[in-house]
C-alpha cells in the first residue's frame, strides 16, 4: 500500500522560503516519476512540480523560476525547494507518484502572510 508523509510546511512571510519532504513507501520509487500537488481554499488540487526517475523536471507556470524539485531515491524522498514564496502559493500541498496514485498522505500546510 501506498504511504506518503509530507513535512516541512509552516507560516513564512512573503519573499520567504520553505523546503518540504516527502517520504514514500509501497511504491517502487526509483522507477517512478513523482510530484508535488496543492490545493487552496476553495480550489481544486493542481500540480505544482513533477521529476521523472532519471530527475528531468516539470513545473506549473506559477511556480516556475521559484521552486525547486528534488529526489533522493537511495532515501525514498522527494523535495520541493520554495523561495520568493508568494501569498497566493497558500495551500495544503502534498506529493505523490505522477500521474497520481488514489492514495494521499495527510498533507502539509503552507501559509504565506505578513
Known amino acids: 500500500q501506498v504511504q506518503l508523509v509530507e513535512s516541512g510546511g509552516g507560516l513564512v512571510q512573503p519573499g520567504g522560503s520553505l523546503r518540504l519532504s516527502c517520504a514514500a513507501s509501497g511504491i517502487m520509487f526509483s522507477i517512478s516519476a513523482m510530484g508535488w500537488y496543492r490545493q487552496a481554499p476553495g480550489k481544486q488540487r493542481e500540480s505544482v512540480a513533477s521529476i521523472s526517475s532519471r530527475g528531468s523536471t516539470y513545473y506549473s507556470a506559477s511556480v516556475k523560476g521559484r521552486f525547486t524539485i528534488s529526489r533522493d531515491n537511495a532515501k525514498n524522498m522527494v523535495y520541493l525547494q520554495m523561495n520568493s514564496l508568494k501569498p497566493e502559493d497558500t495551500a495544503v500541498y502534498y506529493c505523490?507518484?505522477?500521474?497520481?496514485?488514489?492514495?494521499w498522505g495527510q498533507g502539509t500546510q503552507v501559509t504565506v502572510s505578513s
Open positions: 505523490n507518484a505522477e500521474p497520481p496514485r488514489n492514495n
